[in-house]
């Protein structure tokens, strides 16, 4: 089968039902499928479980499928392998990449840690594997205060990639970490004018924001918090509309729980691109899903010489938080 472009290049019969040829293949080969919230709706409401990446690490050491297919991106397909090694970890398109993890290098973070002896390595989990090998602890949006906040307060941290939730940890604890200067391109994006103008026309909507922001839309929040965060929020306010500043495939489950309420994408400041989509996201289609289940490919490696040392700080994030 050809997988040379990452994903398996074989036609899909127009004619099938995707949704239903795809449930079957999940029952035929006891596989479960993953899908993060920002993939889009149609892959959300046909996958077993969709969550945060907090919550889609948490799930994957549990499960006791053969298969399991990461719809998200590639970091996400590496973490669900890191944790589970025997089993057969799918991801429908690898070139579904991510702008942030691509900002630290692995020997670029090897350099940073040199140059600063006597700091604990804290990575975000949007970072490679190599990267993870190198770290002492990750976090992800959903726990990265309370990880931080359980390490002694004179610890000297190095914090990396992204730069706005490092910044965001800094300004909540008073700690004064080394940051790295990463950032993803579409939670960079957002602008505070456009969300002003919005606030005009919408004076009662709540304002969430994904600490991945940076400060000047931060501060204009009424939430900051990872995607289940903003979503939990969101179910148990009393407001009826939200302006939301993370990426747009949140919109889809927020509009599911919460039909009577009105959710609106905060724009970004180019208002002529769709930079509130993750494009690396974006590439899990259903055509794509199919073929994965249909031909197991493509799959997920992680080096072995790294895979233990990427799992230690992972499994140390999962036993705090
Ligand atoms: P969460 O940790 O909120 O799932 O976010 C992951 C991500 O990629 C944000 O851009
Ligand atoms: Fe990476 Fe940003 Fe996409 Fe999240 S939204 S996966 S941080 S590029």
Same mark, same amino acid.
């Given at each position: 089968m050809n997988v040379e472009k990452g994903f398996v290049d074989a036609p899909v019969d127009s004619s099938l039902d995707l949704a239903a040829e795809i449930r079957k293949l999940k029952e035929e080969k006891n596989a479960v499928v993953l899908a993060h919230y920002y993939t889009v709706g149609a892959i959300q409401d046909l996958a077993d479980f969709v969550g945060d990446s907090l919550a889609l690490a948490r799930i994957a050491e549990k499960l006791d499928n053969d298969i399991i297919v990461m719809c998200g991106v590639h970091f996400m397909g590496e973490t !669900?392998?890191?944790?589970?090694?025997?089993?057969?970890?799918? !991801?429908? /398109?690898?070139?579904?990449?991510?702008?942030?993890? /691509?900002s630290c290098k692995p020997e670029d973070l090897r350099s940073f840690i040199e140059a600063h002896p006597g700091h604990t390595v804290v990575s975000y989990v949007n970072t490679s594997a190599a990267v993870k090998a190198l770290t002492d602890i990750v976090v992800t949006s959903g726990n990265a205060m309370k990880v931080v906040s359980s390490l002694p307060? /004179?610890?000297k941290i190095i914090f990396g990639p992204d730069r706005n939730l490092g910044n965001y940890i800094n300004s909540q604890t008073g700690r004064e970490m080394l940051l790295w200067d990463g950032a993803c391109h579409v939670h960079e994006q957002f602008s505070l004018e456009k969300i002003l103008e919005l606030k005009k026309q919408h004076p009662e909507a709540k304002v969430l924001v994904h600490p991945e922001c940076p400060r000047?839309?931060?501060?204009?929040a009424d939430k900051v918090g990872s995607t289940a965060v903003l979503l939990d929020y969101a179910v148990a306010s009393d407001s009826r509309e939200f302006i939301v500043a993370t990426e747009s495939g949140i919109l889809h489950e927020m509009r599911k729980r919460c039909p009577e309420k009105a959710f609106i994408p905060a724009p970004p400041a180019d208002s002529t691109c769709a930079c509130n989509d993750c494009s690396y996201m974006k590439?899990?289609?259903?055509?794509k899903l199919y073929n994965t289940l249909l031909y197991e490919q493509p799959e997920v490696h992680v080096d072995e010489a790294i895979i233990d040392d990427a799992r230690r700080p992972i499994v140390r994030m999962l036993e705090i938080s």
């Open positions: !669900v392998k890191i944790l589970c090694p025997a089993k057969k970890v799918l !991801v429908p /398109d690898l070139n579904a990449g991510c702008s942030l993890a /691509d307060a /004179d610890e000047q839309v931060r501060i204009v590439l899990n289609t259903l055509e």
